[in-house]
T-cell receptor
Framework: AQSVTQLDSQVPVFEEAPVELRCNYSSSVSVYLFWYVQYPNQGLQLLLKYLSGSTLVKGINGFEAEFNKSQTSFHLRKPSVHISDTAEYFCAVSFKAAGNKLTFGGGTRVLVKP | DTEVTQTPKHLVMGMTNKKSLKCEQHMGHRAMYWYKQKAKKPPELMFVYSYEKLSINESVPSRFSPECPNSSLLNLHLHALQPEDSALYLC???????????????FGPGTRLTVL
């Protein structure tokens, strides 16, 4: 079975500190990988995506993620967070040959404290 | 225009009401999606339209009825809903490519539905 697991449901972090959100997936086929952010009472915004090529992917708002095929992981990082980064973050996977269908992880709530 | 719009932003309805959610995009996308998102949960796919035809129905109850009248519009008709149907309903759209490619989904802001 194909699945996506976000290992932390909530991550409190102080402003200007680094943060890492973990995402692991399970699949027997190749995948495309994504991180989305959802601010309170809003829709989903794409932060970054891995389709192919370099395993280090840079996204918007200073976020980056690294695809590790051997560990089936796609962890998201930011070296210094701001209060405005408080949001829900979703890792998502699209399994190749499954069309555009996205499978989401359970989400990680990031709470940035002053 | 790289935006997906949804109306209304909020909707409160009784269990006997009939209402509709509307989604619109002008990016030339030929795939459109409806998702349901409960509080503190990830979005769950409900329906996918490809070239204005229903291509995926994720075993959604018949009280939800989707409609794609043209390539820019997607509706979700609601009838006899239950309180547990209260959620954020998200629309998304994307291009359609080959099976070996991926086309990014662009999400709208959602309609927050409350069923009393």
């Amino acid at each position: 079975a194909q699945s996506v697991t976000q290992l932390d449901s909530q991550v409190p972090v102080f402003e200007e500190a680094p943060v890492e959100l973990r995402c692991n997936y399970s699949s027997s086929v190749s995948v495309y990988l994504f991180w989305y952010v959802q601010y309170p009472n809003q829709g989903l915004q794409l932060l970054l995506k891995y389709l192919s090529g370099s395993t280090l992917v840079k996204g918007i708002n200073g976020f980056e993620a690294e695809f590790n095929k051997s560990q089936t992981s796609f962890h998201l990082r930011k070296p210094s967070v701001h209060i405005s980064d408080t949001a829900e973050y979703f890792c998502a996977v699209s399994f190749k040959a499954a069309g555009n269908k996205l499978t989401f992880g359970g989400g990680t709530r990031v709470l940035v404290k002053p | 225009d790289t935006e997906v719009t949804q109306t209304p932003k909020h909707l409160v309805m009784g269990m006997t009401n009939k209402k509709s959610l509307k989604c619109e995009q002008h990016m030339g996308h030929r795939a459109m999606y409806w998702y349901k998102q409960k509080a503190k949960k990830p979005p769950e796919l409900m329906f996918v339209y490809s070239y204005e035809k229903l291509s995926i129905n994720e075993s959604v109850p018949s009280r939800f009825s989707p409609e794609c009248p043209n390539s820019s519009l997607l509706n979700l008709h609601l009838h006899a809903l239950q309180p547990e149907d209260s959620a954020l309903y998200l629309c998304a759209s994307s291009h359609i490519g080959g099976t070996s490619s991926y086309n990014e989904q662009f999400f709208g802001p959602g309609t927050r539905l409350t069923v009393l």
